[in-house]
C-alpha cells in the first residue's frame, strides 16, 4: 500500500497480489519460485505505474492480470504449428 494518509493530495494506491506456492495434498504441484516471481511482478508493475501516472491527474486504476493458464496460449500456438507441419507433409507425400 502507497500514497499519503489522511486524505491528502496524493492518491492513496493498493497492489494486491497472490500466488499459490504450496499444495499440502499435492506436492508435485508445489512452485518454490513463484514466491520471488510474486515479488518481482510487484515491484515491476509498481514501478511501472508510478511512471505511467507521474504528473497526471489519474486518481485510480484497476489492473488485473490472470496468469494461471500463462503456457497454454504458447502450448495452442505450438500445437497448431505442428498440424500445419503435419498436413503440408501429408499433402506433400499424397501428390
Known sequence: ??????????PRRFLIVAVVADYPKNRDWNRVGLVNARD???ELFTGLTRTMLRGTRVRRVLLMLDACYVGQGGNQMAADA??????????SCRS
Open 40 to 42: 518481482r511482478v510487484v
Open 82 to 91: 505442428l498440424d500445419v507441419l503435419i498436413t503440408s507433409v501429408v499433402d
Open 1 to 10: 500500500m502507497t500514497g499519503a494518509q489522511g486524505g491528502g493530495e496524493e
